[in-house]
């Protein structure tokens, strides 16, 4: 069972005072945030998700604390919420941003916008905006993509199909590493960032002429501040009601 740190209903921050955001502006906080979910992500977000535009982190269970008015949802559970969460975002015209590595899932058309963000390690995702805009050019080439992650991780790989659609890669040829022993002794893991890390590599080329690129995430990932930085591009931004890819965050220059 999760345990909710309380935090002070949204309606109490009226008054709260300005802060200066990335580029030194003085704002007053405004943004609403509601967390769905009950596992360790929902819970490492409502105790750490904070930014200048940020009035206040709260748990989906106090939803109805929340004025009408600038609300964000975060979906980051496993999609028993989901549907409820829709609806609330209807009703309310917030915007939905999605953690989940099956994001796409949701579906559909709706009347709000939806941002689709199965990794908000913003590194990572300004390495994938590159191989999206730029992977075409090694369509001739063998490639190669092997990831690995925590053994404890039982949910589809998402950052590594991302970049095996970036470079027209079958899925089903990802190789994926979840034995503590192989990802140690054979990929140079940490033993101490055993249970939970996320590494990629893709190989481009043959035994004769070849690119090797490799990314690590050691240790608790930014999730927080990473999503801090995602609604910041977001909020006081006037979205239409379609789905976005975090890429296309990157790319219009939000991010």
Same mark, same amino acid.
């Given at each position: 069972?999760?345990?909710?740190?309380?935090?002070?209903?949204?309606?109490?921050?009226?008054?709260?005072?300005?802060?200066?955001?990335?580029?030194?502006?003085?704002?007053?906080?405004?943004?609403?945030?509601?967390?769905?979910?009950?596992?360790?992500?929902?819970?490492?977000?409502?105790?750490?998700?904070?930014?200048?535009?940020?009035?206040?982190?709260?748990?989906?269970?106090?939803?109805?604390?929340?004025?009408?008015?600038?609300?964000?949802?975060?979906?980051?559970?496993?999609?028993?919420?989901?549907?409820?969460?829709?609806?609330?975002?209807?009703?309310?015209?917030?915007?939905?941003?999605?953690?989940?590595?099956?994001?796409?899932?949701?579906?559909?058309?709706?009347?709000?916008?939806?941002?689709?963000?199965?990794?908000?390690?913003?590194?990572?995702?300004?390495?994938?905006?590159?191989?999206?805009?730029?992977?075409?050019?090694?369509?001739?080439?063998?490639?190669?993509?092997?990831?690995?992650? =925590? @053994?404890?991780?039982? $949910?589809?790989?998402?950052?590594? +199909?991302?970049?095996?659609?970036?470079?027209?890669? &079958? *899925?089903?040829?990802?190789?994926?590493?979840?034995?503590?022993?192989?990802?140690?002794?054979?990929?140079?893991?940490?033993?101490?960032?055993?249970?939970?890390?996320?590494?990629?590599?893709?190989?481009?080329?043959?035994?004769?002429?070849?690119?090797?690129?490799?990314?690590?995430?050691?240790? =608790? @990932?930014?999730?927080? $501040?990473?999503?801090?930085?995602? +609604?910041?591009?977001?909020?006081?931004?006037?979205? &239409? *009601?379609?789905?976005?890819?975090?890429?296309?965050?990157?790319?219009?220059?939000?991010?």
């Amino acid at each position: 069972m999760v345990k909710w740190t309380r935090q002070l209903p949204a309606q109490q921050n009226n008054d709260a005072p300005r802060r200066r955001n990335r580029r030194g502006k003085l704002v007053t906080p405004s943004v609403q945030v509601l967390i769905v979910g009950s596992g360790k992500l929902a819970a490492e977000l409502i105790e750490n998700l904070k930014s200048p535009n940020i009035a206040s982190v709260l748990p989906w269970s106090r939803r109805d604390e929340v004025p009408a008015g600038r609300s964000i949802v975060v979906h980051a559970g496993s999609g028993r919420e989901l549907q409820s969460a829709l609806t609330f975002c209807r009703s309310n015209n917030s915007v939905l941003i999605e953690l989940s590595t099956s994001g796409t899932a949701i579906g559909g058309t709706h009347p709000f916008p939806v941002i689709i963000c199965p990794n908000v390690n913003i590194l990572m995702v300004k390495f994938m905006a590159m191989l999206q805009s730029q992977g075409h050019l090694f369509r001739e080439y063998p490639k190669t993509i092997l990831e690995s992650h =925590q @053994a404890a991780k039982t $949910s589809a790989p998402g950052t590594a +199909i991302s970049i095996a659609q970036s470079l027209d890669v &079958e *899925p089903d040829r990802i190789t994926s590493i979840r034995n503590p022993v192989v990802q140690e002794n054979k990929l140079g893991i940490p033993p101490d960032a055993l249970s939970r890390h996320a590494y990629h590599r893709i190989v481009i080329g043959d035994e004769n002429v070849s690119v090797t690129l490799e990314t690590k995430a050691f240790g =608790q @990932a930014p999730y927080a $501040s990473g999503l801090a930085r995602v +609604i910041d591009s977001v909020s006081g931004r006037k979205l &239409e *009601p379609k789905a976005y890819d975090i890429v296309t965050l990157i790319q219009n220059g939000w991010l």
